[in-house]
């Protein structure tokens, strides 16, 4: 598997709808890393792990590392040709890398967040996966919500992020 540069073109932040080829997608990179590196245990999180969820078209993974020293785990991705990004989620507590595949002429971007084994935002992560794929009516006011959210500010993926922030947490709080 290649993995190249991330694409930071704004065609990549567009909300579209599911598609098949994201799980497809998740799956290679899932074997492509942990045939290849010890320790680590890879989630798909986000929108393009919940079918039919609109959503940008970016996978978002979490990788659940054994070994403490999660940036020791960084740099290893990094031997794998994923790379480091200037974004405010790349935190010594949380470490992130990111690239790209090229799959049947399209650019698939890559997230990945490295965290503690069962650190609580996988956790998290997880519990409201479940909900969005068991319950529709959350899917749908998530769905709202993310169209809200890339209305306020389709770019910066940060300020997209804290206009998410209340729904996802009345969804999570809603289903305690």
Not at 85 to 103: A, F, H, M, N, Q
């Amino acid at each position: 598997m290649k993995i190249n540069r991330f694409d930071e073109d704004l065609k990549h932040r567009e909300i579209l709808p599911y598609e098949p080829i994201y799980s497809e997608i998740f799956t290679a990179i899932k074997e492509h890393v942990e045939t290849r590196m010890d320790g680590v245990v890879l989630f798909h999180i986000g929108s393009t792990a919940v079918a039919g969820l609109l959503g940008k078209p970016m996978i978002d993974i979490f990788a659940e590392s054994e070994d403490r020293d999660l940036r020791a785990k960084q740099r290893e991705f990094q031997n794998l040709d994923f790379h480091r990004r200037d974004v405010w989620v790349d935190t010594d507590e949380k470490p992130y890398v990111c690239g790209s595949i090229g799959l049947d002429g399209r650019i698939y971007n890559i997230n990945i967040h490295i965290c503690d084994k069962n650190d609580p935002a996988l956790l998290s992560a997880i519990s409201f996966l479940n909900i969005l794929k068991s319950r529709p009516e959350s899917r749908r006011k998530y769905e709202a919500a993310k169209l809200k959210a890339h209305s306020i500010d389709p770019v910066k993926p940060q300020r997209y992020n804290q206009a998410k922030e209340s729904v996802i947490n009345e969804i999570l709080n809603g289903a305690q």
